[in-house]
């Protein structure tokens, strides 16, 4: 039997496991091991863990990773994301639909200081849900923005994501960053006219405006938010004004975001200890998924399949846009059942060779990679929400456990259609993820 063949037992091999809902890294990694044995045998495979895995684990760059999660936990406990909505409330709350907005708003921002959607779901919905039920809200309409918004934490820089794929796809960090900053703003700007499109079609989807505030008000909240603005100019200004690496601008950033939490209150009591839980658990969580994933690609490089599709594909005379099309199909489809970090791990050692092997506007292999990471983060960003798993109306779903299942899938809808347009921009339009590149990057 060809390797390739091998290759496409042991993917469906995979799919099974996970649709039986065998953890992510835990499939990767049998899959892997299995084909692995398959295609050489048991001593090649335990020659390769004896290395790999110490190889991939000890890699300077991944030390983003737990200081990141980290950043998070610290900003989750430490109250910022409250002063980021009362920001928020404050200049826009008083519009029909305005108290949502600020909630996109405030999720934009915590995603910032953050760099994980499912913790910017989590976080925010516990801070503006009630405020959105007080204020008359049609459940759909609050859960859905919520929903959408929390998508904004793997799309603001910085984000573990970006980071991983930068990785893989052997990008800079500090310039990936930089193309998401146009898009994520974009993506909140979207959901924002979204909900204010809504409000007009259904004056009663979004509830009676709160007071208006005075200049005055508004100023003092911009005050209050100062943590975080402070924050995220020393880590993003840090690294674009060369003053220190990604990895040295997350270890800043975790203390510079510790210490906010600390003068806030929120590292007292099991504060603290729950933040070195989150980071701990979150970090084995992902160095798990990366384990899984580097086994399975290593058994699917020895079966040849990843460089036989590449040359189908090719032989095929498919244009690149209609690959093109049919990758962003495969991770609308993947999005259903896997979460992005995963997707990135099992699909980019294989779609991206396929993308910088064609021709797209003339651009080069730099540009090229840095384009396609961020259309296929937002068409991930788009999984987030979409039915049957859509982790983040899971996240929101066990907060709010008085809202069915079904109202909150019926509320993201809308804003899926501003994702699909913004897909749909991306790929027309690549200066719009590379022009800050082009301009502050190099």
């Not at 540009?367 to 991930?380: H, R, S």
Request: charged share 10%.
């Amino acid at each position: 039997m060809s390797g390739s063949m091998i290759g496409l037992i042991m993917g469906v091999v995979m799919m099974s496991m996970l649709a039986l809902r065998v953890q992510i890294g835990i499939a990767m990694f049998l899959t892997g091991a299995i084909g692995y044995i398959w295609v050489s045998g048991l001593d090649p495979l335990l020659a390769y863990l004896k290395n790999a895995p110490y190889g991939r684990f000890s890699l300077y760059d991944l030390s983003v990773v737990p200081l990141f999660l980290l950043m998070g936990q610290f900003a989750t406990h430490g109250g910022l994301s409250r002063a980021l909505f009362k920001a928020g409330n404050a200049f826009i709350g008083h519009w029909r639909g305005g108290m949502a907005m600020a909630g996109v708003a405030s999720c934009a921002g915590f995603g910032a200081i953050c760099g994980s959607s499912l913790a910017t779901a989590a976080t925010m919905t516990h801070v503006v849900l009630p405020e959105l039920k007080r204020h008359q809200y049609k459940p759909a309409l609050a859960t859905g923005s919520l929903a959408a918004g929390g998508t904004l934490g793997i799309l603001i820089p910085p984000s573990v994501p970006l980071v991983i794929y930068a990785i893989l796809a052997e990008q800079n960090i500090a310039k990936l960053f930089l193309a998401a900053f146009i898009p994520g703003i974009l993506a909140a700007i979207g959901y924002m006219v979204v909900i204010g499109i809504i409000c007009r079609v259904d004056p009663e989807a979004g509830g009676p405006g709160s007071a208006k505030h005075s200049w005055a008000e508004r100023l003092q909240t911009v005050v209050d938010t100062w943590p975080v603005l402070l924050i995220f100019l020393v880590v993003i200004g840090g690294i674009y004004g060369g003053l220190f690496t990604p990895t040295e601008a997350a270890s800043i950033g975790a203390l510079a975001t510790g210490l906010a939490a600390w003068r806030s209150g929120g590292l007292k009591g099991e504060g603290l200890k729950e933040c070195m839980y989150g980071t701990a658990k979150g970090t084995g969580m992902m160095f798990l998924i990366l384990l899984g994933a580097d086994t399975l690609n290593s058994f699917m490089a020895l079966s040849q399949l990843p460089a036989e599709a590449a040359a189908w594909v090719q032989d095929m005379g498919f244009g690149p846009f209609t690959v093109l099309f049919a990758i962003i199909v495969i991770y609308l489809l993947l999005g259903c059942v896997m979460d992005s970090l995963s997707m990135i791990l099992l699909t980019v050692p294989i779609f991206l060779p396929i993308i910088l092997g064609m021709d797209f506007y003339g651009l080069g292999m730099e540009e090229k990679a840095i384009w396609f990471g961020m259309v296929a983060l937002v068409v991930m960003e788009v999984g987030l929400i979409t039915p049957p798993v859509g982790m983040n109306v899971y996240i929101i779903a066990g907060v709010a456990k008085d809202i069915p299942m079904a109202t909150m899938f019926r509320g993201v809808m809308p804003f899926l259609a501003s994702d699909i347009l913004r897909i749909i921009l991306l790929v027309a339009f690549p200066s719009i993820s590379l022009v800050a590149l082009w301009v502050f990057g190099g």
